[in-house]
């Protein structure tokens, strides 16, 4: 391509050198043309077709010709003869000096002609064509080679321009190859920051890898402690699991021998369940203590005598003065005996011990019923609640503390048991839950019904499952604010009202498939005094009617059990119809008779004694405990 263009360039110089007038600037290209290889055409042929192109292209050569003489210059042209001289001068050898020399006129600028000289400046100017007229040939032939070498050059350029299309193309290609290569480079830079960062992370990995080594060198030498240790204990194991077995089998004959003794265990409770209901029943179903109050001030009332001999005899001694004054003071003795008579100075313990074998009949399955019978201010209350203080408590928070234990203890050999407690007052024969803790406006009213199993219940009555002492002591606590509430100063009604404390136990043995069911009855009775008839009207009236009513049908109840009689008036009073389940044939009964030692109390005291020793006289069927 270089070298085209190098063609190109210099034919455009010889171009610009034809153009010029001055003979000197030709020079050049005439000796280019003598170099050239190209062999100059008959100058004839040339000057004859190019001549008319030269006279009117060359203005300037023929202004001085026409200076010289239009005539003469006009002739020249015509002339083929010296247009021939010139053409084959020029043929011969180029010097066109030569002629003008040997005329011996001088010819250039340089030599002026005189005027006259015609001849001369005929010649020089013969000399003048001559040499235009040979440049002319020489510009032709010039020409010539300069169009060939124009032809050539276009041919070439053609050929170039292709050439250039095809490296166009060719570049248009290497673009297209040079974005690819940009993209390849793009994605070669990612790689190779791709591969700065793993190589980064190579290293890091490294760095790891030679901390695992060393972790793994550590873990080995620990992997080898351990499986010494392992080897050990493997060992030991085997030892140990030897060891097992033997107690396993020890454990398999123990627990033979435990469930062995769990049956004989069962046996025992069934056996000492039955010799402990012999012994109730040999001391009978219904018993009767009798309790006597310390007088306020100590001392022994000297009208109350009890036998020294045994605990179960009690003396009533009257004094009666002669009327006369002449005879001698008469004495009338009462003479009573019970199953036990406490004096005024047995404790609250003492008096719970001959208690605590019912309550375990309770347990076993026995309904039991407490009442506690007597005039006012006799001692009832504190025989059935006590005091707050452990040593002062009476039978009911003994009685609770004493199933619970007992209940712990029986579930040792797979009995369950549930407790539920009420506590109802019954006053004028209506009932009264004392474990109310709604309005008082919205007291609900209660009746005593009776299941389909015979079982007495009480509607709208308060039944609380309780679990623990504690809670039996919160509930009892309740029943006496209840209680209190309801009196005044003037109408102690607490007095004149019957309370019954109810808790009702139901066990289960899943293991033996054994159930029972009893209720234990612990029942704070009303006042048992009588007023005078004229001291009572009105609310007393009905008071001291309802109370009698109730206590001597309870004596009604309890004789009708004891001769076996075909109807027993239960439903007389709500009393007895309450706790019709709990008397009777399937019961045990024990009533305290209270009485008070203040001398005054005497008529009173008596009539107690003479209630409670005709419930003692009666003999209750045997019980039978409620099993299922
Ligand atoms: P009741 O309930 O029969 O009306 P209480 O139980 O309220 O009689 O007794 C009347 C008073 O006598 C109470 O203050 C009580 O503490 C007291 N009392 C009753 N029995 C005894 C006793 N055995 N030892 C000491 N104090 C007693
Ligand atoms: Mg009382």
New binding site residues.
Partial sequence: MEQNMGVLMSSKRVLACSSAENAQDLAPAQKRLRKDADPVKPAATVIGTKRPALAATRAPLSRPLRAAGAATVAAAPSRGVIKQSVASAAAKGGNMKQPVASTGTKTGGTQKRNPWDLKGKVSDMEDKVRNYQMKVKTLNQENEVLQDSVSQSQRKMVQVEKELQIQRSQIGEYERKLQVLAGVQDELEKVLSDKNFIQKELTNLEGKYKVMETLRDSQETELQTLKMKLSVQESTLARVQANLRDSEEEVRSLKETVAQQKDEIYAGEMERRRLHNTIQELKGNIRVFC????L?GGGLPKHIQLATSDNKAITLAKTEESHTGKTADTQKNYNFSFDRV?G?R?S?QEVFEEISLLVQSALDGYNVCCF?Y????????????G?EFDE?RGVIPRAVQQIFKAAGKLGEQGWEFTFTASFVEIYNETLRDLLYTGKSSKRPEHEIRKTASNEVTITNLTYERVTNEDQVLGLIALANQNRSTAQTAQNDR??RSHSVFQLDIEGVNAGRDVKCKSTLCLV?LA?SERMVKSQSQGDRFKEMTAINGSLSNLGIVIAALANKESYVPYRNSKLTYLLQGCLGGNSKTLMFV?I?PEPDSFGETLNSLRFASKVNDCVIGTATANKK
């Fill in positions: 309790r006597v109050r310390p306020v406490f005024p047995t609250q506690a007597g005039q006012t201010g006799s001692g009832k209350t504190y025989t059935m609640e005091d002062t607490s007095s704070d006042g209270n008070a």
